[in-house]
T-cell receptor
Framework: ETGVTQSPTHLIKTRGQQVTLRCSSQ?????VSWYQQALGQGPQFIFQ???????GRGNFPPRFSGLQFPNYSSELNVNALELDDSALYLC??????????FGSGTRLTVV | KNEVEQSPQNLTAQEGEFITINCSYS?????LHWLQQHPGGGIVSLFM???GKKKHGRLIATINIQEKHSSLHITASHPRDSAVYIC????????????????FGTGTRL
């Protein structure tokens, strides 16, 4: 299987709720990274996972957390959602940070 | 000041025009990526550069490591080239590859 698949594609949540976004890695890739893209802005690095451990993090609070599974797929969890969390969330897989393949993103709206 | 700056922010071109998008960065990098993002949000990787020049069809990307500058050129632009073009740099935070991350520019809307 090729390509990176993200689910769901769109999601509406209420402030204070929790959300889990999912990402499958491209076959052969062992690293996954997550990005938040606000409207009209470039993506911002949230964190990266390699061998099921977080090994790099951007300027995001602890309520943003993640998991990577043995098959290299990944989850992004956000607790206590805030209105400013509304954004496009992108996941990218790579092999040791080379040759990134991006998913189509999950558009999260917090109301 | 952003670590990655792109110009112009918006660009309108006539079909067939040669266009250039510029990217300047202020950090040490291990590679620079040019990405294309369509209105639906999905991102496609166009080029990964660590030196010199790469060409793919009507797209050409160049990088000058000493000047910390890269350009993306589209020769003979076409309506299907309409998208947001994003420059992203891969920087190494620590000695092991695992701490590398991508830092993105804000994009150029063509």
């Amino acid at each position: 299987e090729t390509g990176v698949t993200q689910s769901p594609t769109h999601l509406i949540k209420t402030r204070g709720q929790q959300v889990t976004l999912r990402c499958s890695s491209q076959s052969g890739h062992n690293t996954v990274s997550w990005y938040q893209q606000a409207l009209g802005q470039g993506p911002q690095f949230i964190f990266q996972y390699y061998r099921e451990e977080e090994n790099g993090r951007g300027n995001f609070p602890p309520r943003f957390s993640g998991l990577q599974f043995p098959n290299y797929s990944s989850e992004l969890n956000v607790n206590a959602l805030e209105l400013d969390d509304s954004a496009l969330y992108l996941c990218a897989s790579s092999f040791h940070n080379y040759g990134y393949t991006f998913g189509s993103g999950t558009r999260l709206t917090v109301v | 000041k952003n670590e990655v700056e792109q110009s112009p922010q918006n660009l309108t071109a006539q079909e067939g025009e040669f266009i250039t998008i510029n990217c300047s960065y202020s950090v040490g990098i291990s590679a620079l990526h040019w990405l294309q993002q369509h209105p639906g949000g999905g991102i496609v990787s166009l080029f990964m550069l660590s030196s010199g020049k790469k060409k793919h069809g009507r797209l050409i990307a160049t990088i000058n490591i000493q000047e910390k500058h890269s350009s993306l050129h589209i020769t003979a632009s076409h309506p299907r080239d309409s998208a947001v073009y994003i420059c992203a740099v891969r920087s190494r935070g620590a000695s092991n590859f695992g701490n590398e991350k991508l830092t993105f520019g804000t994009g150029t809307r063509l």
